[in-house]
C-alpha cells in the first residue's frame, strides 16, 4: 500500500457542489477530505471573501471584489450559494479539516494570517506571489506558508528557502520523485495541485508526496485508502 498523502479538497468538494462556497467545504468534509483549499481577495472595506477570481461575474458584467463592500459580496450568488467570508470557513470547518488558504488578491497576507493564527499547524497559507507569502512570514511567523509553482527549478527547494515557507505547492505533472527527495531533505513537504486521475494519484504517493489537491475527493480517496 503507497504512502497516504493528504487529501485536500480544491475549492471544496468542486465536483459536487459551487467552488468556494460553504456547501462544497461541507460536502467534502462528508467525502473523508483532510483539508480544503480555498482562494480569498480582500474587499472595500476590509473583509476577506472566498471567491476564485478577482471579480464577480453577474448579469454579463465583472465586478472587482476590492471595490465592492462585504454588504454587497453577499448579494451575489455562486451557483446559487451565497460567497462566504473566511471568517464563515473557519467557523464551518476549523477542528475538523486544515484550511489551506490560497492568497489572491492584494493586502491579504496580514488579514489571512491573522485570522488563521489561532489554529495553530490547521491551517496555512500559500501564493504564487512569493512577496505574500515574505509578508505573511514578517506579520505571522508562527502560521505555516506554502510557494506555489508551475516550474521546476534546478534547486526545489530555493523557492521554499527563499520566504521561510514549509510547503511546495508544485504543479502535479513536473513533480518526480527527485523533486520530493529534495524537499524532504530540507524538512520540507510537497502538495500536488490539481490531481483528478487516480492513477495519477497512486503514483505520486508511492514518490512520497504529503498532499494531494483534487476537485474529485470521492475518486482520490478511494484510490488511496
Given at each position: 500500500m503507497?504512502?497516504r498523502?493528504e487529501i485536500?479538497?480544491h ?8 467552488e468556494?462556497?460553504?456547501?462544497a ?8 477530505a483532510n483539508a480544503?483549499?480555498l482562494?480569498?481577495?480582500?474587499t472595500?472595506?476590509?473583509w476577506?471573501?472566498?471567491h476564485?477570481?478577482p471579480?464577480i461575474?453577474?448579469s454579463?458584467?465583472v465586478?472587482p471584489i476590492?471595490s465592492?463592500?462585504l454588504?454587497?459580496v ?7 450559494e451565497p460567497?462566504?467570508?473566511?471568517d464563515?470557513?473557519v467557523a464551518q470547518v476549523a ?5 489551506y488558504c490560497?492568497?489572491k488578491?492584494?493586502?491579504?497576507s ?5 485570522r488563521?493564527a ?5 491551517a ?14 514578517s506579520s505571522h ?5 506554502g ?6 527549478h534546478?534547486?526545489p527547494?530555493?523557492?521554499l528557502?527563499?520566504?521561510g515557507?514549509?510547503d ?7 513533480i ?8 524532504h531533505?530540507i524538512g520540507?513537504?510537497?502538495?500536488a ?5 487516480p492513477?495519477r494519484?497512486?503514483?505520486l ?8 489537491c ?5 475518486a482520490?480517496?478511494s484510490?488511496?485508502?
Open positions: 503507497p504512502h498523502p485536500i479538497a475549492r471544496g468538494a468542486s465536483r459536487e457542489e459551487p468556494n462556497t460553504i456547501p467545504f461541507a460536502r467534502a468534509m462528508a467525502l473523508g480544503v483549499e482562494d480569498v481577495h480582500r472595500a472595506d476590509g476577506l471573501v472566498v476564485h477570481d471579480g461575474a453577474s454579463g458584467s465586478t476590492q465592492l463592500t454588504a454587497a453577499r448579494t451575489f450568488r455562486v451557483g446559487g460567497i462566504p467570508t473566511l464563515d470557513v477542528g475538523q479539516m486544515r484550511i490560497e492568497l488578491g492584494a493586502h491579504t496580514g488579514l489571512a494570517a491573522m488563521l489561532p489554529l495553530g499547524e490547521r496555512a497559507v500559500h501564493s504564487f506571489d512569493h512577496r505574500m507569502i515574505a509578508e505573511s512570514a511567523p508562527d502560521v505555516p506558508r510557494v506555489l509553482e508551475s516550474s521546476y534546478i534547486d527547494g530555493f523557492p528557502r527563499d520566504v515557507a514549509r511546495l505547492w508544485q504543479y502535479e505533472s513536473l518526480d520523485r527527485a523533486l520530493v527527495d529534495a524537499v531533505q520540507c513537504r510537497v502538495i495541485w490539481t490531481v483528478n486521475d492513477a494519484a497512486t503514483a504517493a508511492t514518490m512520497g508526496v504529503d498532499g494531494i483534487t476537485d474529485d475527493v470521492r482520490i480517496r484510490s488511496l485508502d
